[in-house]
């Protein structure tokens, strides 16, 4: 433990100096003072001094030990003690330790770490000045190197005239500038940035790219259902750049393709320097197989030091001399004590100013246990039956101030032959471990409390004045045992006579590593041969003093404080836990007061005890001959124990005094050192390998290494044990001598078991060491003690480590108390509470990974504390050659606390686990760490498609091919008109409309046959009209979303793309829209002057057109059709009037469209099916359709319900985003939806459009949740359609059911598709995407080589269709793009047939259903896009696998979206949840990710709900998530660099 004052005490300087410094201390660590007066008042201490200690780092100089001065140059300072030669031994641990940890760090030239970035609202608690100011980092030296001053320009869109040179720009491959789309976000969503070269498609404006997020209020234009809770509304911030948010940026990029301009690149690009190095030796080459991957198994170090010496003999310890005066049994000497000497003191209580309120007599103790045992046994009934009969388990909860009563308590339980069962005063219904607690309780079968008055009225309390029910507590009767509530025994009841026999005295609780809490039962004869043991160990004799600082309910405090003391007729002085934090010196006061012999401490209160000897001149310690140290097996009381020597030795404490014992629940005490007056051996002390100690070596180190651990003796085995040390891990075979184990323990005065857990007793209380050999060493059994050791010289006991604070990282071993240790040498004092840090392991990845809590001081800076952690990760890594998975800070006081101070380390693991640890400060170090993924995969060298072929003929598979009914040729007549209903217009209306439009377009824009027409209108009959009137006249409409009136800025620059790249001479809108286009707000997202002509089609004049355009041949285009697809692409199509009849022809013979039906269409009918749906199907069959545009669900979500029920429609189209809408609104009310008349019981088929892979989950409770409504269980179907074909599958009517099967998502990663059961581990499900709709032939293709796959392989989708798009509609008749996805050959079997590339990944499956046709049915699955697929370690990701990962991960997560950046995984999380949360994702999503992905996460991004941009169709848009993110538009909460 690295002490700012300790290592001052090492220089000879003048006591009054080392006194002001302590007080100094004491000042800083309690907060009287600042940082920076304290260095101020303690420079000017040492300034006579200063000359001395030149030539160290003044840096370091507070922290390092100080090297003593050379005798010549030295003035001596009057009490100056000779140092002893073997001056290594002598130095403080801390210092060594210390001076270690920092020559570590000085070797590290400062690596460059991305510090993470937080909003400013999280930053609530601390100062406003220790910001880093929102554009610059801890990176900003580095990032002035990579901008190129003279290329920062920031071009929004607008600013060109026309859209040509922009055009060019993508051409030549620069990066692209990105206007953000109409397209809509979740409500709350901000524009996102330009999008890189790398990623812009390499044909020229074709494909231009745009963003797809706008800010609030939500555009009602589009189809998404805004959510229900009204926290995504979120006041748009400007974001932090300055820019405001709907401006529009240009991303610069290096070579590389990163944006130099942003700071999130600079990050991520020092984040990959980072990464480079690599600090871990290269994992081993050895053969994976593809499907079960197997990790890494460390394999062990050739070079690792092994154990050499010979077995080791077991050490027996000295002869328990049972003298004839000691009683038979404790009750016997309390009896004779309490009858013989009534008056002796038996217990003093001090209250918290150190007053002695109460001395407990032994004649009162005597009678009041009496009184008690009478009370219990014969004055508590329950249904006339005793409550209570011997043997019983009772439960004593008991304040750590009043040890009089827990006294009384015990002895009384003990007398009734009750067993008590010391627990903590639970302080509130959820304390730390309080469930466990309960657990315990409820094993022991305990069903009464006692307490007294004073405790019971501070119980947290029911409504009824009762005592609460605790969670997980069995129901408990409270008894109050102060005196006025007890009964006198009459004069002839006397208690059974007590021998001490095999039963059960107590139980003394012990929690776990894991946290779970078990009670240790201590037999009656355990606890006679423990005090007598420590009878003659410590030597005790009658009416000695006793001063005892430990809890008195268990461990140490319990043997010495209440059992021994009282065999022996000594007086115990009990000092309060409130007392000592209150005043530290408070418990050497008391050993001058009362002359003390014998004292019982923890290193704690020596530490505070040293720092807090402010000027006690009266202070003196001669009268003590034993100062127990109870927890001097841990590696830091070493250094408590030399500085309060050190300083007290003065004042006359004699240094064979300090005693240090070890003690365990299940061994009791272990080993004390005796004082040499009993016969003790000198005090050893060793200085171990750190590096040896991880392979359970124990090696002395050489003088100039670093990683040493120095560890003190703890004594001797005790009076009447035998000792061993054995294996930790499975047979208990005896250790070498030079080897760590577990230190086993045989003796009569151990734990018996643990109670009521016969399986794991069995392992630790009846362990059989056996020999090399095999041969048991004695035919006792012995007890595992839970401690990490060995037998050093002298017989004397080491423990370098407890068992529960093991780490077995790889094959080696860490204690957390030594990376405890590490943490706190680096500048502790500074930037957290040095008792404040928990170390544990959690298992990620089939090994365990170290995770490092810490408190943080309110006044840290954010620089500060991530630099700390920087410096603890390179100190840990250094000294003990081990990662840190993660360092997590809290802030002050918010960890969960054990009853007396301390951390609850187990309670710190599971809020971990589950998110509930709410951190300040994460850093996750999982690239550092995680060395056991297996290797990536290598891509076979190339296998040509025919051998592919070959392989599938050989294997029995079938090549993947499909197709729908042939179709036969029907009416063809080019959009066939009956007279029937559309919404509120009947053919004939729609037919005069049609001709206005068409005369309008002649006459007033005079275009010519072939001209281009933007239609841009709201959803309705009106789009319908105005586009039949373009193919009236022979022109080419296109048709446009309206922009938002709410939201010009981010959704009018879209519209002005579409009408610029599709070349549109003229622009058709409503009269609304018409002032919209041209008003003041527009001026500012577009220049308004360069639109095209506009005509308002609200008020043109009844017209008839001479002739209507008669297309001269099929193939003439029709129309263009504009969407943005997922990859943020915009790209139109080309659809001649053969396709849009072959279209209209295929959509009816499958969903059997007869002119008697009617249709609900919830769609955005401007492209794609939506479109094909609204305009051309429902005039070309002749059906009635009501269409419910998506964004009126805003306002009302069960109008497309109501309306599907009001006209009775058999066939409903709709997206995920309305699917989503409706389930999330909807849910709770179905019942009042009942009560309105709203039935879906007329439904057939409810078919969600989309393209992507069917959300199984989404489908499946939509249709649980309105079943209530007379929703068939089968009707709810997917179609799929993409930008090359928007119809390849529907439903329809009359086909089989949609099957779902189980593939294997590993074999998914190497595109294999394997069967698997449902629930199988790492099973995804997936479900076909509608059936194959007539005339289209499907295949899958291989990505690479386009030879066609056989069934078991996953592929790109390719489609052979008469409805296919005829290419992409390109300004420079840009050829290349439009043969690769338009007319694609297969390179091997039918090269004949052209084929139209979807983009989309998937592959095909014979299904056992038949068919109409009475064929076995062929099922298309669609699993993702193929340009969004993540290539992560020779493997291919969907995105929509990992976010699915993450959502599971935390209750939090309302969202996530992933995408890779220069092959790092960036993960977006929407935390719908308080802000000061959000740091608890960080560690969940990267392990949930590595768990169950094998991936490493780079990037944790936690944003807003409602940041992630979503399409009109519900798909979200991670490639404008990624441009947002790197130009640094997100606004995030905080980010986390993973390391």
């Not at 004390?672 to 007056?677: A, L, M, V």
């Not at 729609?990 to 824009?1005: G, P, Q, S, T, Y």
């Not at 694609?1384 to 014979?1406: E, N, P």
Request: glycine content about 8%; aromatic content about 6%; proline content about 7%.
């Amino acid at each position: 433990m690295a002490e700012r004052g300790c290592p001052l005490e090492a220089v000879p300087l003048p006591a009054e100096v080392r006194e002001s410094l302590a007080e100094l201390e004491l000042e800083l660590s309690e907060g009287d003072i600042t940082q920076k007066g304290y260095e101020k008042k303690r420079a000017k201490l040492l300034a006579r001094y200063v000359p001395l200690i030149q030539g160290v780092d003044p840096s370091l100089q507070a922290e390092t030990r100080i090297p003593g001065p050379s005798p010549a140059t030295a003035p001596a300072p009057r009490q100056q003690k000779p140092r002893p030669s073997h001056a290594r031994d002598e130095r403080f641990r801390s210092d060594v330790h210390t001076e270690a940890v920092q020559a570590a760090l000085a070797k590290y030239k400062e690596r460059k770490m991305p510090m993470p970035s937080k909003r400013r609202s999280v930053l609530t608690h601390t100062s406003v000045e220790a910001h880093t100011p929102p554009d610059t980092s801890s990176a900003s030296e580095d990032e002035g190197s990579l901008r190129r001053p003279g290329r920062l320009a920031s071009a929004p869109l607008q600013s060109h005239p026309s859209v040509e040179p922009w055009l060019e720009q993508v051409t030549q491959g620069s990066s692209t500038s990105s206007s953000a789309s109409s397209t809509s976000s979740h409500p709350g969503g901000q524009p996102a940035a330009a999008p890189s070269a790398a990623a812009a498609p390499a044909g020229p404006a074709a494909l231009a790219r745009v963003a797809d997020l706008h800010s609030a209020p939500p555009d009602v234009t589009t189809g998404l259902a805004q959510h229900q809770h009204a926290s995504c509304e979120r006041p748009q911030l400007a974001s932090a750049t300055g820019v405001p948010r709907g401006d529009s940026r240009r991303a610069l990029e290096t070579a590389g393709g990163v944006p130099v301009s942003s700071r999130v690149s600079s990050k991520i690009q020092q984040l990959l320097n980072t990464l480079k190095k690599p600090k871990r030796p290269p994992l081993k080459e050895f053969f994976v197989d593809d499907f079960e991957e197997l990790l890494e198994v460390q394999q062990p170090d050739p070079s690792q030091p092994k154990p050499e010496g010979g077995q080791m003999a077991v050490l027996e310890g000295e002869l328990l001399a049972v003298g004839s005066t000691w009683p038979p049994s404790l009750l016997a000497a309390l009896q004779q004590w309490g009858t013989t000497q009534p008056k002796a003191p038996c217990l003093t209580a001090l209250d918290t100013t150190g007053k002695a309120v109460y001395t407990l007599t032994y004649g009162k103790l005597w009678s009041r246990s009496l009184k008690l045992a009478y009370t219990l046994l014969n004055k508590l009934t329950n249904k006339n039956e005793p409550l209570l009969k011997p043997g019983d388990r009772v439960a004593l909860v008991f304040p750590n101030s009043d040890p009089v009563m827990f006294t009384v308590a015990f002895y009384g339980c003990l007398l009734a032959e009750l067993v008590p069962v010391p627990i903590e005063v639970p302080l509130t219904r959820k304390d730390a471990g309080s469930q466990q607690v309960g657990f315990l309780l409820g094993s022991c079968g305990v069903a009464l409390a006692l307490t007294t008055d004073a405790c019971q009225k501070g119980l947290p309390k029911a409504q009824t004045g009762e005592v609460a029910a605790f969670k997980g507590w069995p129901p408990l009767t409270w008894l109050v045992i102060d005196g006025k509530h007890l009964t006198k025994p009459p004069k002839d009841w006397h208690p059974s006579a007590q021998d001490a026999g095999a039963g059960t005295a107590y139980i003394e609780y012990k929690t776990s590593k894991e946290g779970s809490t078990v009670g240790v039962a201590v037999s009656h004869a355990s606890l006679l041969a423990q005090c007598q043991a420590l009878t003659q160990a410590c030597g005790y004799s009658e009416a000695e003093t006793l001063t005892n600082v430990l809890d008195f309910k268990r461990d140490a405090g319990l043997w010495h404080g209440v059992l021994t003391s009282v065999m022996n007729r000594m007086h115990v002085v009990s000092v309060p836990y409130a007392l000592m934090k209150a005043n530290p010196l408070s418990w050497i006061q008391k050993v001058c007061a009362y002359k003390a012999r014998a004292a019982l401490v923890k290193s704690r209160d020596m530490h505070w005890s040293l720092l807090a000897q402010r000027g006690q001149r009266g202070v003196s310690l001669s009268s003590l001959r034993l100062l127990i140290v109870a927890d001097g097996a841990n590696p830091w009381s070493i250094s408590s124990c030399d500085a309060f020597l050190n300083v007290f030795q003065a004042r006359g404490l004699r240094p064979e005094v300090i005693c240090p014992c070890a003690s365990s629940p299940e061994a009791l005490t272990v080993a004390i050192r005796r004082p040499p007056d009993l016969g003790g051996p000198p005090p050893r002390r060793a200085v171990l390998s750190m590096s040896g100690l991880s392979h359970g070596v124990i090696r002395l180190d050489a003088e100039e290494k670093l990683s040493v651990l120095a560890v003190q003796d703890v004594g001797q085995a005790m009076p009447g044990a035998n000792v061993c040390v054995v294996k930790v891990e499975g047979i208990p075979y005896l250790c070498k001598t030079d080897e760590v184990g577990e230190i086993c323990v045989n003796s009569s005065a151990t734990a018996t078991a643990y109670y009521g857990l016969l399986g794991i007793t069995k392992n630790i209380f009846e362990t059989v060491p056996v020999t090399a050999g095999g041969a048991p060493i004695s035919d006792r059994p012995f007890t595992r003690t839970g401690l990490l050791g060995f037998i050093g010289p002298d017989n004397l006991v080491f423990v370098v480590g407890k068992l529960d604070g093991l780490m077995v990282v790889g094959v080696r071993r860490h204690n957390a108390d030594d990376i405890v240790a590490t943490a706190l040498a680096v500048e502790p004092m500074k930037f957290v509470y040095r008792g404040r840090i928990a170390v544990f392991s959690v298992t990620v990845l089939h090994d365990d990974r170290i995770v490092l809590v810490a408190e943080q001081r309110p006044d840290a800076s954010e620089e500060d504390s991530f630099q700390w952690m920087s410096r603890v990760l390179q100190a840990i890594d250094s000294i003990h050659q081990v990662g840190v998975y993660c360092l997590a800070l809290v802030p002050a006081n918010t960890l969960p606390k054990a009853p007396l101070g301390g951390i609850h380390v187990s309670e710190t693991k599971q809020r971990f686990l589950e998110g509930m640890l709410h951190p300040c400060n994460v850093l996750m170090c999982p690239h550092t760490c995680v060395t056991n993924l297996p290797k990536p995969r290598q891509k076979q060298p190339e296998v040509g498609p025919a051998s592919m072929i070959v392989g599938n003929l050989v294997a029995g598979r079938r090549i993947a091919q499909a197709s729908g009914r042939e179709l036969s040729h029907l009416e063809d007549s080019d959009q066939a008109r009956k007279g029937t209903v559309t919404s509120t217009t009947t053919c004939i209306q729609l037919h005069k409309k049609a001709e206005r439009v068409a005369a309008a377009l002649m006459e007033k824009a005079r275009l010519t046959t072939g001209a281009h027409v933007a239609l841009v209108y709201p959803p309705g009959v009106d789009l319908i009209a105005a586009f039949y009137g373009c193919l009236y006249c022979g022109c080419v409409p296109v048709t446009v979303r309206p922009p938002h009136p709410q939201n010009l800025t981010t959704t009018l620059p879209t519209v002005k793309m579409i009408v610029e790249v599709s070349k549109s001479a003229c622009v058709l809108t409503t009269q609304a829209i018409t002032r919209l286009l041209k008003s003041k707000e527009a001026l500012a997202a577009v220049d308004v002057r360069a639109w095209p002509t506009i005509l308002d089609t609200d008020d043109i004049p009844k017209k008839k057109v001479a002739s209507i355009f008669r297309p001269p041949s099929p193939d003439t285009l029709a129309y263009l059709d504009f969407s943005v697809s997922t990859t943020g692409i915009l790209a139109g199509v080309k659809m001649s009037h053969a396709a849009t009849s072959a279209l209209c022809r295929s959509i009816k013979l499958q969903c059997e469209l007869y002119p008697s039906r009617q249709i609900a269409i919830c769609l955005d009918p401007y492209c794609g099916l939506g479109f094909a749906l609204w305009c051309l199907c429902s005039v070309y069959s002749g059906h009635q359709s009501v269409l419910v545009p998506p964004p009126e669900l805003e306002a009302n979500a069960s109008l497309w319900l109501w309306a599907v029920s009001q006209y009775k429609a058999r066939v409903t189209f709709c997206s995920y985003s309305v699917m989503e809408t409706c389930a999330r609104g909807l849910g709770a009310q179905t019942a009042v939806l009942r009560m309105k008349g709203v039935n879906l019981s007329c439904v057939r088929t409810c078919m969600v459009v989309a393209e992507e892979r069917p959300r199984i989950a989404l489908t499946q409770s939509f249709s649980k949740l309105f079943r209530d409504l007379g929703l068939p269980a089968r009707a709810v179907s997917t179609t799929f359609g993409c930008r090359v074909n928007v119809a390849i599958c529907l439903q329809g009517t009359a086909g089989p059911d949609p099957t779902t099967v189980y593939v294997d998502m590993r074999a998914l990663r190497h595109d294999r598709v394997r069967l698997v059961e449902r629930g199988s581990p790492h099973s995804l499900p997936l479900t076909e995407s509608g059936k194959i709709l007539p005339g289209v032939k499907v295949i899958i293709a291989h990505t690479e080589t386009r030879g066609p796959l056989g069934d078991s392989h996953l592929g790109e989708v390719w489609v052979s269709s008469p409805h296919s798009a005829t290419g992409y509609y390109t300004v420079y008749g840009e050829e290349g793009l439009h043969a690769d996805h338009f007319s694609a050959r297969l390179s091997f079997g039918d090269t004949q047939t052209v084929w139209a590339r979807t983009g989309f990944l998937g592959f095909l499956r014979r299904t056992e259903l038949t068919d109409a046709s009475g064929e076995r049915h062929d099922a298309l699955y669609v699993v993702g896009s193929l340009d969004e697929a993540l290539e992560l370690r020779g493997m291919r990701y969907h995105p929509v696998d990992i976010e699915t990962s993450v959502i599971r991960a935390h209750r939090s997560v309302a969202e996530c979206a992933v995408f890779t950046w220069t092959n790092l995984l960036v993960v977006v999380v929407e935390l719908d949840g308080l802000e000061q949360d959000a740091l608890d994702l960080v560690a969940l999503v990267t392990n949930a990710v590595l768990e169950e992905h094998l991936l490493v996460v780079g990037v944790v991004v936690i944003v807003d709900p409602g940041v992630i941009p979503i399409n009109s169709r519900g798909e979200k848009q991670r490639m404008h998530l990624r441009d947002g993110f790197l130009a640094d538009q997100l606004d995030p909460i905080y980010v986390a660099y993973n390391m």
